[in-house]
């Protein structure tokens, strides 16, 4: 997996409400660095990291 899909996936699960350290055990990373991932989106503002999801999910499929 790469840096940039790790962090696309971090800011995916926090932006669907699961806790930092839940994040941090599932891509086996300190909750630290999860959280500054999340926090460099928009983390705690849930509905932030959900615009950053849609916002990059638009932008692969407008250049597919």
Request: aromatic share 16%; no cysteine; hydrophobic share 35%.
């Given at each position: 997996m790469s840096e940039n899909s790790a962090q696309q996936m971090i800011v995916t699960m926090l932006a669907e409400g699961n806790?930092?350290?839940?994040v941090a055990a599932m891509v086996n990373m300190r909750s630290h660095d999860v959280y500054m991932i999340?926090?460099?989106?928009?983390?705690?503002?849930?509905?932030?990291?959900?615009?950053?999801v849609w916002a990059r999910k638009n932008a692969q499929q407008l250049a597919a």
């Open positions: 806790p930092v350290w839940y999340g926090r460099a989106a928009g983390y705690p503002d849930k509905a932030k990291l959900r615009r950053a």
